[in-house]
């Protein structure tokens, strides 16, 4: 069982920036991949960012060069580091972790990008 606990979303400026963290309640190292999901009201929930074991990532083809995926083994948190940030990133964005084939869930937290 591995929970997760989500934090630093908020109400940001187009063209600001927030820092996303994901806290897990087991050791990540041992965890094969973690990722940031998101969801806007009406839409179904996409993959944002996934990150490795090994430290390779991946993101979606709306986020590269603006967002940034990495993680603190020491800290057992992920981040997901949003710069230039748009309307079209709101969304409850959600941590993800796939661990031994089956996927766990945080919460959920809330970006919104208006002026």
């Known amino acids: 069982q591995v929970q997760l606990v989500e934090s630093g979303g908020g109400l940001v400026q187009p063209g600001g920036s927030l820092r996303l963290s994901c806290a897990a309640s087991v050791s990540i190292f041992s965890i094969s991949a973690m990722g940031w999901y998101r969801q806007a009201p009406g839409k179904e929930r996409e993959v944002v960012a996934v990150?490795?074991?090994?430290?390779?990532?991946n993101y979606a083809d709306s986020v590269k060069g603006r967002f940034t995926i990495s993680r603190d083994n020491a800290k057992n948190t992920v981040y997901l580091q949003m710069n230039s940030l748009k309307p079209e990133d709101t969304a409850v964005y959600y941590c993800?972790?796939?661990?031994?084939?089956?996927?766990?869930w945080g919460q959920g937290t809330q970006v919104t990008v208006s002026s």
């Open positions: 993800n972790a796939d661990h031994w084939s089956l996927h766990y």
């Open positions: 990150i490795r074991r090994g430290g390779s990532a």
